[in-house]
Antibody
Framework: EVQLVESGGGLVMPGGSLRLSCTAS????????MSWVRQAPGTGLEWVGR??????????DYAAPVRGRFTISRDDSKNTIYLQMNSLKIEDTALYFC???????????WGQGTLVTVSS | QSALTQPASVSGSPGQSITISCTGT?????????VSWYQQHPGKAPKLMIY???KRPSGVSNRFSGSQSDNTATLTISGLQAEDEADYYC????????FGIGTKVTVL
């Protein structure tokens, strides 16, 4: 069974930075494409970005609202991906989910999420 | 990319069948076999129900089925049960991912 555990959320002031982590188990992590998806309070799902596997080679893609501010990276030795969030805005407040892309086009497993609150 | 269009809510009685539509463009939904569907209960993580338009992951009830016609994908829930009450999101891939606005399913 695939398990994804996010951590690192918290309260941060506008303009600040935060780094989220997601540790995976139960899947061939070295070959896995991983993604971050967020959900603002009371709203729907929003894709944040994706990182391909090292052989692909670790290509990253981002949604327009976060491009240039957020960076996804991975450490295959720790079965972990990261989301570095800089220049945070109030509208970045959301529950951030880590997800495994079981196919190129679909999110097959999800973590429980970590909450990021951007507020002064 | 704009969010995909879904009805805000759909309801049905136990045992009935309901459908949820997901409308996009030729660039996303219209690009066949790139639509997936997710179920989300309150306070829980989303769960994959359908991928590549009509495929069901292991463990998902065969009461859930997906189909597509031109720029509209459809999720059908047959034999509606109380546990199906949840929010449902479609998602399409076109280089990037775009989600639908979500549909709240109510079991009467």
């Amino acid at each position: 069974e695939v398990q994804l555990v996010e951590s690192g959320g918290g309260l941060v002031m506008p303009g600040g930075s935060l780094r989220l982590s997601c540790t995976a188990s139960g899947l061939p992590f070295n070959d896995a494409w991983m993604s971050w998806v967020r959900q603002a309070p009371g709203t729907g799902l929003e894709w944040v970005g994706r990182i391909k596997s090292r052989v692909d080679p670790e290509t990253t893609d981002y949604a327009a609202p976060v491009r240039g501010r957020f960076t996804i990276s991975r450490d295959d030795s720790k079965n972990t991906i990261y989301l570095q969030m800089n220049s945070l805005k109030i509208e970045d407040t959301a529950l951030y989910f880590c997800s495994w892309l079981g196919t190129t086009t679909s999110f097959h497993s999800w973590g429980q999420g970590t909450l990021v609150t951007v507020s002064s | 990319q704009s969010a995909l269009t879904q009805p805000a809510s759909v309801s049905g009685s136990p045992g009935q069948s309901i459908t949820i539509s997901c409308t996009g463009t030729t660039s996303d939904v219209g690009n066949y076999n790139v639509v997936s569907w997710y179920q989300q209960h309150p306070g829980k993580a989303p769960k994959l129900m359908i991928y590549e338009g009509s495929k069901r992951p292991s463990g998902v009830s065969n009461r859930f089925s997906g189909s597509q016609s031109d720029n509209t994908a459809t999720l059908t829930i047959s034999g509606l049960q109380a546990e199906d009450e949840a929010d449902y999101y479609c998602c399409s891939y076109a280089g990037n991912f775009v989600f639908g606005i979500g549909t709240k399913v109510t079991v009467l």
